[in-house]
């Protein structure tokens, strides 16, 4: 009996080493899955350098060279839109538990702000001496005498019209004259005015057409001047005020993003500007570009922009159906923007913008 018994307590206990042994090897290769699991500042590497990469691109755009198919260029013209890939890696970096992601995020969130947070307020104050509008009022507009009503209506002292066609300029004409008893046309800009004008001349910006095939065909019908350079006599003194409709940017096979043209027409408007005498200047026009975009340097460096002054957002204005980007501007010199907007939708494919300015 006792070698019995000593058999079966030696088997029960190699049963219980057993035992204990397995739960022991089990419990180190968990803990060693455990270890080999990374930590949430090892997770997401993928989601954390496109992050640092999203900081960099929009902190070093004006780095973006512009002789590959205009690049920097494109990249300006739409930079305030590359806010939108913060959401959607931080929602990567939520999904992955990504520590490391989310602070990566960091540094796109405070470039983008440094480059536009000062935008989103409402910088607008009431008052104002004078209201000036502008509208590219778009040569396939169906509608130019309901335009024209539109804009009648918005109570502006001053009103600058870009892309007028002489099929539809009678028709501005006629429906303007009872609110606007003085106005200028010169080629296809106008400006229309409750107050005298006066030294009314073109200003040479160097127009041409863009590449072979790449000009809108109501354009090809269209004068070439597109500015003009006006006196305006308020009850504070003389204030010289500039229309223009700088050539057209272009998406282009063979030329990528293409703006020889509204470059040069932006270089030759700025000269004109920089040999202005009158020390209050307002210029309105649809300049085919924004403020962001390195070619219009030469204007920025001269006048400020009514709508980052004085406005509320953005002020997106192309297209009308859904803005995307703010290329129709007011800028001044030597007077003072009170309040910045966008007028509502009219028959262009453009939304009318206004301002109020006080001297």
Request: hydrophobic fraction near 45%; proline fraction near 6%.
């Amino acid at each position: 009996m006792a070698q019995a018994d000593t058999a079966e307590t030696g088997q029960g206990g190699a049963g219980r080493r057993d035992t204990g042994s397995g739960t022991w090897r089990a419990g180190i290769r968990r803990a060693i899955r455990i270890a080999a699991r990374p930590g949430p500042w090892k997770r997401g590497p993928v989601l954390a350098a496109l992050a640092l990469l999203l900081g960099l691109f929009m902190l070093l755009h004006a780095k973006i060279p512009n002789r590959i198919g205009g690049l920097g260029s494109l990249v300006e013209t739409f930079l305030p839109w590359f806010g939108l890939f913060v959401p959607v890696l931080l929602a990567g970096a939520l999904w992955r538990r990504s520590a490391s992601a989310v602070v990566a995020l960091l540094l796109p969130v405070m470039v983008w702000l440094s480059l536009f947070g000062g935008v989103l307020g409402d910088k607008s104050q009431p008052g104002g001496d004078l209201t000036v509008a502008g509208h590219n009022v778009g040569a396939d507009n169906p509608d130019p005498a309901g335009t024209a009503r539109d804009l009648a209506a918005s109570g502006a002292d001053v009103l600058a019209l870009q892309e007028l066609t002489e099929q539809a300029r009678g028709t501005y004409e006629k429906e303007l004259a009872k609110a606007y008893p003085y106005h200028t046309v010169q080629g296809t800009v106008g400006l229309w005015s409750k107050l005298p004008l006066s030294d009314t001349q073109p200003v040479d910006i160097k127009q041409d057409v863009g590449p072979l095939g790449d000009t809108k065909p109501a354009e090809v019908k269209m004068a070439y001047n597109r500015a003009l350079r006006t006196t305006v006599a308020t009850d504070q003194g003389p204030l010289a005020v500039y229309v223009a409709h700088l050539g057209s940017v272009r998406v282009n096979p063979r030329a990528g993003f293409w703006t020889d043209s509204r470059d040069r027409n932006a270089q030759a408007l700025g000269e004109a500007l920089a040999a202005e005498q009158n020390e209050r200047v307002v210029l309105l026009g649809d300049l085919n570009g924004t403020m962001d975009d390195r070619a219009f340097a030469g204007l920025t460096a001269q006048l400020r922009s009514a709508q980052n002054a004085a406005g509320d957002g953005f002020g997106f204005t192309w297209p009308a159906s859904f803005p995307v980007a703010r290329i129709d501007q007011i800028l001044v010199r030597g007077v003072e923007p009170e309040s910045s907007w966008v007028l509502p939708a009219t028959g262009s494919d453009h939304l009318p913008v206004a301002a109020g300015i006080s001297w």
